[in-house]
C-alpha cells in the first residue's frame, strides 16, 4: 500500500493500455480479481472456510440437519434487520432503536388481533405503525441535526419504557388463532430464514438497481454532492429509518411466532449490536456511501456458523463470547486489507489511474468507510 | 489600490450572455466584495485571477445561486435573475464545477454522470443505456483517459474526476460554466488534458469562468482575463493584449503596496 512507485509502475497509467508482457495464469488472475473486486468476496470466502474448518476439525454434527436449522434459525431475524441496519449505514446514519422497536411490534400486533382483526392484516398493522418511529427517528435526526446514534438510542429507550408499560414487563402467549397461521410466520424452522432471503434479494436489487439504492448511496457517500445534484437529501435518509423501522418491527414479531411467546424482555440493544456486527463484517461501512444486502446475508451466516460450531464443540456460551469477539477483529482486518488492495487497484488488474499517495490513502479510507478528507 | 483607468477595461459588447453588476457580499462585518461588475461574452472563456481571500470564490458562489449578494444584479441573457439556489442557477443553464465536492465517490462513472436524471423503466434504473451515453458523450468531448465508465470514482485520479465533473454539466446542457480552480494540484499532463477539455466545452458554444493561479495555463486557454483585487475587478483585458509578465507585475504590484503600508504602519 504504501510502496507507490511499484504500483505506479505495474499499472498500466493515465493514457497507456494494458501493461506489456506476461500472459501467465492470466484467466486465472482475472477469475481471482473479478471474485475479490465483490464487496461480497471476503465475507463470503470466509464463510466457505468456516465450513471447512469445522469439516476439517471433526465437528460432525455441525453437518446435520439439527444444526443447519439453527443456523437458519439464528440467523432470520439478524438477517432482517440486518437489511434495515445496512440502509441506514449505506446513507450514513446508524439506527439504535431497530433492537426495541422489535421488543413492541408483536405486543402492537396483538393489540390488533385482540380488537378482531384478522393476524395477517394485524402484522400489516403493526410493521406500519412502527415504522412512524423511523419517521420520528429521521425527522429529529435530519431536521433537527441530531447524530442519528443519539437519536436512536433516545427513541429506544422511549420504545422500550412503552413496550415495559403496556406489557407490565409480562409475557404473554401468542393468541390461539394465530398459531396456525404463524407457521407461516416464524413458526417453522426455516420460514423465517425464506422470509429473510427473500427480502434480502428484493432489497439488493434496490440498492443496487433503483434510483432509491443510487440516492442512498450518494447521501452516504458524498451527502454535499447529492444535495447539489438536487437530491433530496432529507427524504432518502427519513424513508430509510422508516423502513428500518418496518424490518425491525417484522423480525420482532417473525421471532415472536417462532418462540410462541410474546416476550418484553426479547430483541433490545444485542441483537441491534448483532446486526450490525453481521452487516459490517459483510462489507458494510460504519461511514456511509458503502453496503451490500448479500453481503451482509454472509456476515450473519458468518455469526451463525461460530455460534453454531462451537456450540456443538461444547464450548460455554461465555467462552463463545469472546470467540465471536475476536472473530470479527480478525474478519474486520481482513477485510480492511482486502479493501486497500481493491482501492489501490491491485486486484482489479484493469485499474486505469496512477494515484497519488494521498488519493491512494483515500480511496482505501473510503472502501473502509473511514473519511477525513471528505467534504473539505 | 490600483488605479481604475478606463484603458484597463473592455468595453461590454452586444453579445455579453451573462453580465454581473455591482455587486456586493458581507458577511457580518466583514466585506468579501465590495462592488464587482464583470461581464462574459458568448462562447468565451474568461480567467478570474487574484490573490487567496480577494473573493474570487465567493464571486463564483454567488453567480451559481449557492450564496445571495449583498446588493447587485446579475443579467442572464439581458434578463435580470435571481437564483436562491444551485438548482435553480442550473435549470437556468449557470453549472459550476468545484474539484472535489461533486462526485460521488462510491458510485460508478456513469451513475455519477446521470445523478438526478437517470432513466428507469420501473423500478429498474436502465443501466446499459446510461453506460452507453455516457461512454459515448465522453468520446464526443475526447475523453480518453478512462478504461471504462463502469469504474468507482473512488479510483479516479484528480485529473479524470474533474474531467468527469465538468462533462457531466456539459452534459446537463448547461450554457454557462464555472470552474473553480479546476487546475489545483494537477500535473502538467492531467492540467494539459483538463485545458483541451475546457478548448472543448468552447467549441461547443458554453461560455466559461475559469479560476486559476497558474497564468501560464491561464493565457493558454482564456480569451480575456479579469483580476480580482479587494473585492474588485480591477483589470480585465483580451488576453491578446496582455502576458503572463503583465499579470504577475499586476499581482506584485498589489503586494508591494501592501508591504508597504505594512512598513508604514509599523514605523
Request: with cysteine.
Amino acid at each position: 500500500m504504501s510502496d507507490v512507485s511499484d504500483t505506479a509502475e505495474r499499472s498500466p497509467g493515465i493514457i497507456g493500455d494494458v501493461p506489456s508482457g506476461r500472459h501467465r495464469s492470466r484467466v486465472l488472475n482475472r477469475a481471482g480479481a473479478i471474485f475479490l473486486n465483490q464487496r461480497e468476496a471476503s465475507i463470503t470466502l470466509i464463510a466457505v472456510l468456516l465450513f471447512i474448518y469445522f469439516w476439517a476439525s471433526g465437528t460432525t454434527a455441525f453437518f446435520s440437519h439439527g444444526s443447519f436449522v439453527n443456523i437458519a434459525e439464528y440467523m432470520g431475524p439478524y438477517v432482517i434487520i440486518g437489511i434495515g441496519l445496512v440502509l441506514v449505514m449505506v446513507c450514513g446514519e446508524i439506527d439504535l432503536s431497530i433492537g426495541f422497536v422489535w421488543t413492541l411490534s408483536p405486543f402492537i400486533m396483538h393489540f390488533f388481533i385482540d380488537s378482531g382483526l384478522p393476524t395477517v392484516l394485524a402484522i400489516v398493522i403493526a410493521v406500519l405503525v412502527c415504522s412512524l418511529i423511523g419517521l420520528l427517528n429521521g425527522v429529529v435526526t435530519t431536521v433537527f441535526g441530531v447524530p442519528s446514534l443519539i437519536t436512536t438510542l433516545a427513541s429506544g429507550f422511549l420504545v422500550f419504557g412503552y413496550t415495559l408499560t403496556i406489557s407490565s414487563a409480562q409475557q404473554i402467549n401468542l393468541p390461539a388463532q394465530s398459531v396456525h397461521i404463524g407457521r407461516w410466520f416464524g413458526g417453522e424452522a426455516w420460514s423465517e430464514i425464506i422470509w429473510a432471503s427473500v427480502l434480502v434479494l428484493l432489497f439488493h436489487v434496490l440498492l443496487r438497481r433503483t434510483r432509491w439504492g443510487l440516492y442512498t448511496v450518494s447521501v452516504g457517500g458524498n451527502m454535499l454532492g447529492a444535495r447539489e445534484a438536487g437530491i433530496k437529501v432529507n427524504r432518502i435518509k427519513i424513508g430509510n429509518f422508516m423502513m428500518a423501522s418496518s424490518l425491525g418491527a417484522l423480525a420482532g414479531i417473525l421471532e415472536a411466532f417462532k418462540n410462541t411467546i410474546i416476550d418484553p424482555s426479547a430483541g433490545q440493544l444485542t441483537v441491534v449490536l448483532t446486526g450490525i456486527a453481521g452487516a459490517v463484517i459483510g462489507g458494510t461501512a460504519m461511514l456511509g456511501g458503502v453496503g451490500t444486502m448479500i453481503g451482509m446475508w454472509f456476515g450473519v451466516l458468518v455469526l451463525g456458523e461460530l455460534q453454531d460450531g462451537f456450540n456443538l464443540r461444547g464450548i460455554s456460551s461465555y467462552k463463545y463470547l469472546m470467540i465471536e469477539g475476536g472473530a470479527i477483529i480478525v474478519f474486520m482486518i481482513v477485510n480492511t486489507y482486502l479493501s486497500k488492495l481493491r482501492g489501490s487497484g491491485r486486484l482489479v488488474g484493469t485499474s486505469s489511474t496512477r494515484s497519488t499517495p494521498r488519493l491512494k490513502t483515500r480511496q482505501a479510507m473510503d472502501q473502509i468507510g473511514a473519511r477525513p478528507f471528505r467534504g473539505e | 489600490m490600483s488605479t481604475q483607468s478606463a484603458e484597463q477595461f473592455t468595453q461590454p459588447t452586444e453579445n455579453d450572455i451573462l453580465r454581473v453588476e455591482h455587486i456586493s457580499k458581507r458577511y457580518g462585518a466583514v466585506t468579501a466584495l465590495t462592488d464587482v461588475s464583470l461581464r462574459l461574452e458568448r462562447g468565451e472563456v474568461l480567467g478570474l485571477i487574484g490573490d487567496n481571500g480577494a473573493g474570487k470564490s465567493t464571486l463564483i458562489k454567488i453567480i451559481c445561486g449557492f450564496q445571495q449578494p449583498t446588493s447587485g444584479r446579475l443579467i442572464l441573457n439581458g434578463e435580470e435573475v435571481s437564483f436562491s439556489s444551485v438548482t435553480q442557477a442550473r435549470a437556468a443553464g449557470i453549472d459550476v464545477v468545484y474539484q472535489d465536492l461533486a462526485l460521488v465517490n462510491q458510485l460508478t462513472v456513469y451513475h455519477n454522470m446521470f445523478l438526478n436524471r437517470e432513466p428507469v423503466r420501473w423500478p429498474l434504473l436502465r443501466n446499459k443505456v446510461m453506460r452507453q451515453q455516457a461512454q459515448k458523450h465522453l468520446d464526443s468531448m475526447g475523453i480518453k483517459t478512462l478504461k471504462s465508465v463502469d469504474v468507482e470514482v473512488a479510483s479516479l485520479s484528480g485529473g479524470q474526476r474533474q474531467a468527469i465533473a465538468v462533462a457531466r454539466s456539459v452534459f446537463g446542457n448547461a450554457k454557462v460554466l464555472l470552474l473553480d480552480e479546476p487546475l489545483a494540484a494537477m500535473g502538467v499532463k492531467e492540467g494539459a488534458m483538463i485545458l483541451d477539455i475546457v478548448r472543448e466545452v468552447k467549441e461547443r458554444g458554453i461560455s466559461v469562468i475559469i479560476i486559476a493561479h497558474n497564468y501560464g495555463q491561464v493565457l493558454q486557454v482564456c480569451d480575456r482575463v479579469n483580476l480580482l483585487q479587494g473585492g474588485k475587478i480591477t483589470y480585465d483585458k483580451y488576453a491578446r493584449d496582455t502576458s503572463v509578465e503583465a499579470l504577475t507585475e499586476m499581482v506584485v504590484a498589489e503586494y508591494r503596496q501592501a508591504l508597504e503600508e505594512r512598513h508604514r504602519a509599523a514605523s
